[in-house]
Each structure stands twice: as C-alpha cells, then as structure tokens.
C-alpha cells in the first residue's frame, strides 16, 4: 500500500494504524442543524468536536495497486489534558495476503508504551508477552523517535479531520441516514490537500505535511462526513487517487464522545524489556 496515499486520503487518521499497525445526546438531526449550509455545518462541527477530549475510533484503511490492502485498528483515544489510548490492530494485509505477526494491541499510559506484537515476541526479555517501551529512554538509548508516533495518533482527532475538510469550495448536504443507530446528517465533498492543510494550525500542519506528498498539493481528496445532532462525527470516509491510478481509502467511525476511561498497564510478571541486540543480531 501507497502510505502517502493513505495518509493523503485520510487525513491524519491513519495515523494511529501506523503506530500500530455518545456524548450526553440522542443523536438526533435537530432543526437548527438543517438550517445550516454545509460550509456552516462543517465549520460548526470542527469546533464542537474541538472540545471533546476522548473518544473511540474504529479504523479501516484499504488500497489498490501493486501494493494494495488492508488495515484494520480501532481504540479508546484521551488527547487531552495528556495522550492515553488503548488500541489494537486485529488486520494487517497486503495483496489479499495476512501478514504474519502483524497484528497487536498497545497501551500508552504515564508516557510509557506498552505493545504486545507476536511479530516481536523473540525479541521480548524472558519470552514475555508485552513489551514495555518508555518513550524518552527510548529515544535516548537509540534514537527511535517514539514522540512521533505518538504525535500521529494524537492527529486521529476528529476535530482536526473536520477542520481540514473546511477548506472544501464545493461542500453539500446529501441527506439523512443512520449510522450505527444514530441519526445523521450526510454532507460530501473534495478538498485539495493543499487547501485541508492552511485550515490547520502551523503545528498541525507542519506534522501533516511530512506524511503527505510534497508534489501533489493540488490533489484532491473526496470526503463523506456523517454528523449526529450535537454536530460530532459519526462517521467519515475520505478517498485520494494517484496520478498512477491507485485509490486509497479510509473509514473511521467515531462514538463514545465525552466518555471517561481507564487504561492499565499489564501485569508486571507479563512485561519484559526489548532486546535490542537480538533484533540487530548481536548478543
């Protein structure tokens, strides 16, 4: 699969696939949401979901091509007042083949990273299950920029996928559908990458921008946006396709908005330390 165009597709989303890889209201379209056009509408969702601090994510990303296929991750996410998540990816595959070993899950609590691999296992102090990753030793011990990672699944906000999507010119309101049993009002459009990214702030943009390919700021991606009555996102699917004729796309659905949760780290005697000589072939 093309990553950039992925990542190109989805926004920011896809991040959290990479590392890897409601909300107090019934849901229904209010009157004062149909009033609205769908520049409003988008602009009014990007805030209010701005002020939302955790969610769950359900992620599919799938491409065409030569290196076309599919992933699957979904998770619990809090970005703020600091980033914990508990996520797992339950489907990694490319041209209609699983990858062995790549599925997983990971645990970020306190800025430690805990990720159970099966592809990594070997390489687990003491045959452990879960490997325990402290984020700032890490960095300092070998240079692996963890914080990075970290910063893509902070980008799977749905504030800053609406927000990118505000730099629509041709945004319009399809109709209303049900999404996971929850009313919705559809809106489409495109946006080209060059306009989602002066809608983001020089930081968001300046972490986009690296995943995204530097010739193609005129590229465009098309959007799907379904959004329940308190203007959150439901559901989004978002589309790019390569001067080569290759597709991406990627579906997330969101829920869960507003809802407190716990993330625990492993039990001690099931967490070992990387060898890092091992997976270099040292001793």
Avoid at 40 to 64: E, M, R, W, Y
Avoid at 97 to 102: D, E, F, H, I, K
Wanted: net charge neutral.
């Amino acid at each position: 699969m093309n990553r950039r165009l992925m990542v190109a597709a989805g926004g920011t989303a896809v991040g959290a696939a990479l590392l890897l890889s409601g909300c107090g209201g019934d849901g229904t379209t209010s009157t004062e949401n149909m009033k609205l056009s769908a520049d409003q509408a988008l602009l009014k969702t990007s805030q209010k979901t701005g002020q939302t601090d955790t969610f769950k994510a359900d992620l599919t990303v799938t491409g065409t091509g030569e290196h076309g296929g599919k992933v699957h991750a979904d998770g619990q996410f809090q970005l703020r007042p600091t980033l914990k998540f508990s996520a797992k990816l339950d489907e990694f595959s490319t041209n209609g083949r699983t990858v062995p070993g790549a599925k997983g899950q990971a645990l970020f609590t306190d800025n430690v990273l805990y990720a159970k691999v099966p592809q990594l296992a070997q390489f687990v102090s003491g045959g452990k299950p879960w490997l325990k990753i402290d984020v700032n030793q890490m960095a300092q011990r070998t240079g692996f920029d963890v914080q990075s990672l970290l910063q893509q699944v902070q980008q799977v906000d749905p504030a800053e996928q609406t927000k990118m999507f505000t730099g629509s010119k041709d945004a319009r309101r399809v109709g209303t559908e049900t999404v996971d049993g929850v009313k919705t009002t559809h809106y489409a459009g495109t946006v080209t990458v060059q306009d989602a990214l002066n809608k983001l702030d020089a930081q968001s943009r300046d972490k986009v921008a690296k995943w995204l390919p530097k010739d193609r700021a005129n590229s465009k991606i098309n959007f799907d946006l379904w959004t329940d009555g308190d203007n959150l996102p439901r559901k989004l699917v978002s589309k790019a396709t390569s001067p080569e004729g290759e597709t991406g796309t990627v579906t997330v659905l969101y829920s869960d908005y507003g809802e407190s949760f716990s993330v625990n780290a492993p039990p001690s005697d099931q967490v070992g330390q990387l060898s890092l000589g091992g997976m270099l072939g040292g001793n």
